[in-house]
C-alpha cells in the first residue's frame, strides 16, 4: 500500500471510495455522490441541533466544525475513512442520520485505532495464507491477519429510526473479542451489525493516494 495522507479534496476521497466500493463488487456506485453529500449534510445539521446544549459536540466527518457552504472542502485521512463507513453504514441499510451518529459516538476509539491501524505493514496485514491459517468455523470471515470491528448493537424495532441510538457500540480487536461484546451485549431482540475496518482502511489509503485535488467547478 501506499504512503500517508494527509488532507484531500472532497472529489479525491468521491474517487476513493468508489474505486473502493468497486473493488468490493459494489453494484450502486452511480449514487455515491448522493450519499455523501447526504452524510456530510446530517453531520452538519446534527451539529447545529447540538450547538446549544454540547458547544463541543464532536463531528463524525469534519474536524474543528463544519466549513460554510460553497467553501473549499479538505479531508484528513481519518474523515475520508469515516466517509467510506458512513457509506457502508448505509448499504446495511442505516438512514444517515443514524450512520452519523454511531461514527460521532465511534470517533474518539476509532480515529485513533484508524492512525495505528495504518501503521501497520500491509503486507503482514494482507497476507491470505497466514489469514487462511488463523480461519476458525464459526469465526466472520475476514481479509486481514489483525481485524478490526466496529459493531453496533441496535433494538430491532429501532433499526430505521432516523433518531435512534444504538444499545451498545464498539471498537475491538479480534474475533474473540468481537463474540465476547456479542454475547454480553446482544441479547434476544436486539441485532448487531458488525464492519471489518482494518482491511477497508489501508485499501481506501492506497486508493487515496492514486487520486489529485481538482479545482472547484471543473468539468468532471
Same mark, same amino acid.
Given at each position: 500500500?501506499?504512503?500517508?495522507? &494527509? ?15 468497486? &473493488? ?52 484528513s ?14 448499504? +446495511?441499510?442505516w ?9 460521532? &459516538?465511534?470517533?474518539p ?9 495504518l ?5 503482514e ?8 491459517? $488463523? ?17 453496533i ?13 444504538? +444499545? ?8 474473540n473479542?468481537?463474540? $465476547? ?5 446482544a441479547?434476544?431482540?436486539t ?10 482502511? +489501508?485499501i481506501? &489509503?492506497? +486508493? ?5 485535488? $481538482? ?6
Amino acid at each position: 500500500m501506499s504512503g500517508s495522507i &494527509q488532507r484531500v479534496k472532497r472529489n479525491q476521497v468521491e474517487e476513493a471510495i468508489a474505486a473502493v466500493l468497486a &473493488q468490493a463488487g459494489s453494484e450502486w456506485t452511480a449514487d455515491l455522490r448522493i450519499r455523501i453529500k447526504r452524510l456530510l449534510e446530517t453531520d452538519r445539521a446534527l451539529a447545529l441541533e447540538a450547538e446549544a446544549s454540547e458547544p463541543q459536540a464532536t463531528y463524525a466527518l469534519f474536524t474543528g466544525g463544519a466549513p460554510g457552504r460553497g467553501r473549499e472542502v479538505w479531508f484528513s485521512a481519518y474523515e475520508a475513512f469515516a466517509l467510506l463507513l458512513g457509506v457502508l453504514l448505509m448499504q +446495511h441499510r442505516w438512514p444517515q442520520g443514524t450512520a452519523v451518529r454511531i461514527l460521532r &459516538q465511534a470517533r474518539p476509539t476509532l480515529e485513533p485505532e484508524h492512525a495505528r491501524i495504518l501503521a501497520q505493514d500491509s503486507k503482514e496485514l494482507f497476507d491470505e495464507a497466514e489469514v487462511l491459517r $488463523r480461519a476458525s468455523p464459526g469465526m466472520p470471515a475476514v481479509q486481514v491477519t489483525d481485524p478490526v470491528f466496529l459493531a453496533i448493537v441496535t433494538q430491532w424495532s429501532r433499526h430505521a429510526d432516523l433518531d435512534a441510538a444504538p +444499545h451498545a457500540l464498539i471498537v475491538c480487536h479480534g474475533e474473540n473479542e468481537l463474540m $465476547r461484546f456479542s454475547r454480553e451485549q446482544a441479547p434476544p431482540g436486539t441485532s448487531m451489525t458488525v464492519l471489518e475496518v482494518a482491511g477497508p482502511a +489501508h485499501i481506501l &489509503q492506497d +486508493h487515496l493516494s492514486r487520486t489529485q485535488p $481538482r479545482a472547484r467547478g471543473r468539468s468532471r
